[in-house]
């Protein structure tokens, strides 16, 4: 048998081995060469995210409009003068302003009656046509709550008339949602000789406060000389699952309280330490809003107190009577 030859096999592997090193992509004269690098790629980064706007400004050059308005007589006719019906995106700043922080800024701290509650402006939104104001169980400089509270001073004042909230009240322990006015201007001191209207305030609804709003005047003379007087009532069905209507008629003589179009209350005497009847209540009131937690009337929120819990508020109206 024949054998292969020994040179032919070697010329074989010199040639697969040239093969193998051109298919390695070898150039040059050495082998070691690495290829070109890649050019740089430029990347642009993104724009900073902007901040989050704002839910709700406050502006500092509002335009104030006073009604004068005519007494509402019983079963007389009225006119529309103003109204916020919360259908818009948000709060319109021309028409409210928000009160922030804890009444510090007025030394006021716990807004004069030890709540609890830190304000913020964000605790108020309008939501389906309607202003929703929470107040939840939350840490805000130093303080266990926050809610909102908001008013039209400065944008908004009426003397005499009719104003309405069709409203839906938070109920819980600790809670005090109130819907009332104050005085544009001091005219005859400071609070609470310049007067207080509370249209509907309650407390601790659905538990000690049972089913019970309040109507009150707050006159006489600077605190702590002030008075005050008032009505309760007991709202039929359920102030915190429905909706009801709180209305308050005035005139220079008479002030009324209304739910639901049933009166229940009226005052026509009232003084101040520096004027003559009517006064204070002859002078341009402003519209307030607001949920506080805890004070010295409703007491602290209980363990048991749920948050967040909600005031709605379906519209405001303020109406005149005919000329």
Do not use: K
């Not at 090193?21 to 690495?34: E, K, P, Y």
């Not at 609070?191 to 249209?199: L, M, P, R």
């Not at 601790?204 to 007087?229: K, Q, R």
Request: with cysteine; proline share 10%; net charge negative.
């Amino acid at each position: 048998m024949s054998r292969p030859s020994p040179s032919v096999s070697n010329f074989a592997v010199w040639l697969l081995l040239g093969a193998l090193l051109s298919g390695c992509g070898g150039s040059g004269s050495s082998g070691d060469t690495d290829s070109p690098a890649p050019p740089p790629i430029s990347v642009t980064p993104p724009p900073p995210t902007p901040p989050p706007e704002p839910i709700n400004v406050n502006i500092d050059d509002p335009v104030l409009t006073v009604e004068f308005n005519e007494p509402i007589t019983p079963g007389g006719t009225s006119t529309l003068v103003w109204s916020d019906e919360f259908d818009d995106e948000r709060l319109d700043p021309r028409r409210w302003f928000f009160e922030t922080g804890d009444g510090g800024q007025y030394s006021l701290a716990g807004w004069g009656n030890d709540e609890l509650q830190w304000y913020l402006t964000d605790s108020a939104l309008l939501e389906n046509g309607r202003l929703v104001i929470t107040a939840r169980r939350e840490s805000q400089n130093g303080y266990d709550y926050t809610s909102a509270r908001l008013h039209t001073r400065s944008r908004f004042a009426f003397r005499y008339g009719r104003i309405e909230a069709r409203l839906r009240l938070p109920g819980g322990q600790g809670l005090w949602p109130a819907f009332w006015l104050l005085p544009q201007e001091d005219t005859y001191g400071t609070w609470a000789a310049s007067g207080e209207i509370d249209i509907m305030e309650a407390i601790n609804l659905g538990g000690t406060g049972g089913n019970t709003v309040f109507g009150t005047l707050h006159y006489g003379g600077e605190s702590p000389d002030n008075v005050f007087s008032g009505n309760e009532y007991v709202v039929p069905g359920s102030a915190t699952d429905e909706f009801h209507l709180y209305a308050l008629e005035w005139d220079p003589t008479e002030i009324r309280w209304y739910v639901d179009d049933v009166l229940y209350a009226m005052q026509n005497f009232w003084h101040t330490a520096s004027a003559d009847y009517p006064a204070p209540f002859d002078q341009p009131f402003y519209i307030l809003l607001n949920v506080a937690v805890g004070g010295r009337f409703p007491g602290a929120p209980s363990p048991g107190t749920v948050f967040p819990v909600t005031m709605e508020v379906d519209y405001v109206r303020v109406y005149s009577g005919a000329n």
